[in-house]
């Protein structure tokens, strides 16, 4: 019992200690640009931590992780405290899937999968693509993106 509440403060000191560079992006569609704080995941530590344990999100605020080579894999939500829409985006950042996921806290916790091939992923609220009128085919793009990982 010792080794697992060492383990899980060793996570969150891990948690708290780890930062992320901070940018703009913007989500253009229906021929509106809508702007967005975002915390950019550009590396393996920074794509596992995400937005676990985090307790609020602002509404235009978010995190986008950016990939080195296209991927499918899919996202999952152990930790994560808040509801999340994630859109999956290509290098273009053209917008190929956007999904809902739920807090986990718990194990087992779902994997969420795009089913598509993607470069890059916001996420943001649950609900802000919806209230916006945003959906695929919708653009990402702005200062944020300049700091897509080289291969």
């Given at each position: 019992?010792?080794?697992?509440?060492?383990?899980?403060?060793?996570?969150?000191?891990?948690?708290?200690?780890?930062?992320?560079?901070?940018?703009?992006?913007?989500?253009?569609?229906?021929?509106?640009?809508?702007?967005?704080?975002?915390?950019?995941?550009?590396?393996?530590?920074?794509?596992?931590?995400?937005?676990?344990?985090?307790e609020r999100l602002?509404?235009?605020?978010?995190?986008?992780?950016?990939?080195?080579?296209?991927?499918?894999?899919?996202?999952?939500?152990?930790?994560?405290?808040?509801?999340?829409?994630?859109?999956?985006?290509?290098?273009?950042?053209?917008?190929?899937?956007?999904?809902?996921?739920?807090?986990?806290?718990?194990?087992?916790?779902?994997?969420?999968?795009?089913?598509?091939?993607?470069?890059?992923?916001?996420?943001?609220?649950?609900?802000?693509?919806?209230?916006?009128?945003?959906?695929?085919?919708?653009?990402?793009?702005?200062?944020?993106?300049?700091?897509?990982?080289?291969?």
């Open positions: 019992m010792r080794h697992r509440l060492w383990g899980l403060l060793g996570l969150l000191g891990l948690a708290l200690a780890l930062t992320f560079p901070k940018s703009t992006l913007y989500v253009e569609g229906n021929g509106k640009r809508h702007l967005l704080k975002v915390e950019v995941a550009d590396t393996p530590e920074r794509w596992a931590q995400g937005l676990m344990f985090r602002g509404e235009d605020e978010g995190m986008v992780f950016l990939f080195p080579e296209p991927t499918a894999g899919g996202f999952w939500m152990k930790n994560t405290l808040i509801p999340l829409s994630i859109a999956f985006f290509d290098r273009q950042g053209v917008i190929l899937r956007i999904l809902d996921m739920e807090p986990c806290r718990a194990d087992p916790c779902p994997v969420y999968y795009p089913g598509v091939v993607y470069q890059g992923a916001l996420e943001v609220n649950q609900g802000w693509f919806r209230r916006r009128g945003l959906a695929e085919g919708a653009r990402v793009g702005g200062e944020a993106l300049k700091r897509w990982p080289q291969r």
